[in-house]
């Protein structure tokens, strides 16, 4: 109560707070990303926005006022000075190339810009501006900025205006995200919230839980906010993951009082149910926690942020749930309990559990050879699996931004670059007519290239030798160097080393294997220029933001299975320590790898591909269908220790579990399915594959699991060790133990002479709790 105010102030903050960009996925220890930032460095952020509309013509002096604007205007200014790196107009580079020194023709300077700053009409242009570091950080100011700008000085109308690049990824994932939080986080909340009070059967009862869950909620977004964490749009999905999971020990404590409460006080009904659930519910938020911890390895900040601050949030989780919801419970609980008789889940041949148990038993063997054989066959499919973060697999087809990536595309030219530098050191011996074949011989390599659509050489901005010499190549060098510096495309280092880009352009939107592209590019590079690199210190190396989404795309593959591996092996350690022995722990692990190896497996075989918010799911829905197994298992062994025989005591854990997993199954995929409309596509198919997940495992868990305890290897969980099997019978307080109670009056509901009422309307425990449905 006191750290509310905190709480609250935490949680709004980090709810408007917004650093999404698919560049900030990888942080600046990513070698990769060094190399990317090293480029940029010398010749720019990749960090650009691309603007055209219908009408932006070479021809059209507007745009001199549109650019002059983007330069000077003190919107565009920061403390520190001009928020952009540069501005490159297609108008003012075309009168570059046919004004002093190069004096080119007009037909000469459009084929020499067409595919990237003219387009194929020769008419058609557009405005690049690239962000320095501090105008990324406002890029959602100076977006609309440009928008306003374009339409005031050139008249493009803004449903006319079409902006790309990466720039507008990050933007455009920004407004994603928000819209995703406001539009659906309140949706996700309010079906929890129903289904809740539906499966409870109790309003009292379903506001507890979800008071509880958005206390939960609450905690973890103020910590993400305390720590100088910011939301990003992976971020999102935390505050309903932890709101859900919260539900779900919920779901199992009030359940386990529901079991009590009609033959028992209040009082005792809680102490109750806190003593059979506080083992499960901590090993389920350890083991949750280890899960979603095991994304710390990943190489990728994104990802890491969001394994940490959840396994955080999971851990505040059940300390609130075993803290507050019992004394919650018993304040808010009634009087007095209705009256029914025992529950016996040996008399009830008909019931749903029975039938179920009695299925599993005939055909256990069947069920878990299928099991086994249905994980190896699918699994198999895993190593088939093949990542990617392509602006599609970001935003929908019909998404505004992929709309304007296409027109762009249509009417400029392709939108992603290929890097490649020439470096040559200070002491190089190389004549100037030499750089220049090595720089043409670059340019050939790459318009070699079947998915390169158009090439930008520093050779195009030098004039034509019909007959090449050392002087005259030193002459053109020389005096066109003004002009391909000032379009960044030659830079010296502090240490005279001289380096030339070239810049090919391929589709963004095309079917184009990236990866195969970087690697089919080095292979020709070194082919072609064998006899030149490493000739007098000369170095060719692939840069920019094709190479580096090459690594991002590789660190995602490997990042599943590092994480899914790191997660069992954590997992398994802790249920082979809680069922004290390494095969049981192994056993009791199956039902929890199942549900990831066979839909990553199934994936690999469709030939899906994985994307960043797929690659959460794995290790998050292995913690979480522990949580589950664990409840199952518990109960299991407790009625194992009060001495039943096995196929009573699964069909007890049926009985007093099963209604309370499929519970937190419909209430945490009705919640999870709100997320599944979002716009950003990550945060969709993480919802999408949740609820696949969550569905599997409790399959795992109702069919596979009992199928493995009713069979041979079921018995090796008869192996308790008596100090476990004496602590178990201690609490093993099943309600078929007690005796029967008097229908009038009962000492223990409400002290001596009490009489006991039937619950009123509206109270905690609902007047039919012992009837289980399904």
């Known amino acids: 109560v006191i750290a509310s105010p905190w709480i609250v102030a935490g949680t709004m903050t980090a709810l408007e707070s917004n650093a999404n960009s698919p560049l900030d996925w990888v942080d600046d220890g990513f070698a990769p990303r060094q190399k990317y930032d090293r480029f940029s460095d010398q010749f720019g952020s990749a960090d650009v926005v691309v603007i055209s509309w219908p009408g932006c013509r070479i021809d059209d002096p507007r745009l001199d006022t549109f650019v002059r604007s983007l330069r000077k205007a003190s919107g565009f200014q920061g403390p520190d000075g001009w928020l952009f790196h540069h501005v490159t107009c297609g108008r003012q580079t075309h009168a570059a190339l046919t004004g002093a020194p190069l004096s080119l023709s007009t037909d000469e300077a459009t084929r020499r810009l067409c595919g990237t700053l003219i387009g194929p009409d020769g008419q058609t242009t557009c405005v690049v501006i690239g962000f320095t570091k501090s105008g990324l950080e406002q890029r959602g100011r100076l977006v609309p900025l440009i928008r306003t700008a374009a339409r005031h000085h050139c008249g493009a109308a803004m449903e006319n205006q079409h902006l790309a690049g990466p720039i507008m990824d990050g933007y455009c994932v920004d407004q994603a995200s928000q819209s995703t939080m406001h539009r659906f986080a309140p949706l996700a909340s309010i079906v929890a919230f129903c289904l809740c009070v539906f499966c409870l059967e109790s309003l009292i009862a379903g506001c507890l839980v979800f008071g509880i869950s958005l206390a939960c909620q609450a905690i973890a977004l103020s910590v993400l906010h305390y720590s100088g964490g910011s939301m990003t749009a992976l971020l999102i999905v935390l505050p309903p993951l932890i709101q859900l999971l919260a539900i779900a020990g919920g779901i199992h404590f009030v359940n386990y009082y529901f079991e009590f409460a009609p033959r028992t006080s209040p009082a005792t009904a809680v102490r109750r149910a806190l003593r059979i659930a506080w083992v499960p519910c901590l090993l389920s938020a350890a083991t949750t926690a280890i899960g979603l911890g095991s994304l710390a390895v990943s190489g990728l900040v994104a990802v890491r942020e969001f394994g940490i601050y959840a396994a955080i949030g999971v851990i505040a989780t059940v300390a609130i749930l075993l803290s507050f919801l019992p004394g919650a419970v018993l304040w808010l609980g009634p009087n007095h309990a209705p009256i029914t008789g025992p529950v016996d889940s040996t008399s009830h041949g008909s019931s749903v559990w029975h039938k179920l148990t009695a299925w599993v038993e005939r055909h256990g063997g069947f069920v878990s050879v299928s099991a086994c054989l249905l994980m190896i066959g699918l699994g198999l499919g895993v190593s088939r699996l093949e990542a990617s973060v392509r602006i599609e697999t970001l935003f929908g087809q019909g998404s505004r931004l992929l709309s304007d990536y296409a027109w762009i595309e249509q009417n400029v030219g392709s939108m992603v670059p290929i890097e490649v530098i020439a470096s040559f050191p200070a002491h190089s011996n190389q004549s100037a007519l030499d750089k220049m074949e090595t720089l043409r011989q670059i340019e050939t390599v790459l318009r070699e290239l079947p998915t390169v659509d158009a090439v930008t050489s520093p050779l195009d901005f030098m004039p034509e030798l019909s007959d090449p010499d050392v002087q005259s190549a030193s002459q053109a060098m020389g005096f066109s160097r003004p002009i391909v510096a000032n379009f960044n ?107 990831a190896m066979t839909l990553f497996g199934l994936l690999g075989w469709c030939g899906h591909r994985i994307d960043i918010g797929s690659i959460m799911t794995a290790s998050v829905a292995m913690g979480i269908a522990v949580d589950d197994t664990l409840h199952f298992l518990n109960y299991f062994e407790r009625e194992l220790a009060a001495g039943k025989p096995r196929r009573d005591a699964v069909l007890g854990a049926y009985t007093h579990c099963g209604r309370a997993m499929i519970q937190t199954t419909l209430i945490c995929g009705g919640g999870f399915a709100m997320f ?42 008869d192996c308790v060790s008596p100090k476990v099997a004496d602590d178990m019978k201690e609490t093993a307080v099943t309600i078929e133990h007690y005796a029967p109670v008097d229908t009038s009056i009962s000492d223990d509901a409400g002290g001596p002479g009490t009489r006991i009422r039937q619950a009123p309307a509206g109270s905690l425990t609902p007047v039919r709790a012992p009837r289980r449905r399904v």
């Open 489 to 595: 495309f030659v830079n010296t280092s502090d240490g005279g080393i001289e380096s030339w880009r070239t810049t090919a352009y391929t589709s963004a939107l095309g079917k184009d294997d990236y990866v195969r592209l970087v690697s089919d590019l080095d292979d020709l590079l070194a082919r072609t220029l064998a006899n030149r690199i490493g000739d007098d210190g000369l170095r060719i190396e692939t840069s920019g933001l094709m190479p580096l989404v090459h690594e991002i795309q590789r660190q995602l593959l490997a990042d599943l299975f590092a994480s899914f591996v790191t997660a069992f092996i954590l997992i398994a350690g802790v249920m082979t320590i809680v069922h004290a022995g390494f095969v049981t722990g192994l056993l009791s692990m199956i039902p929890n790898v199942f549900p």
């Open 676 to 717: 599944a409309f979002s716009d950003f596509v990550p945060t969709a198919r993480f919802a999408w594959m949740m609820i696949l997940l969550l569905v599997a495992a409790l399959v795992g868990d109702l069919i596979i699991l009992p199928a493995i305890l009713l069979g041979r290897a079921g018995k090796r969980f």
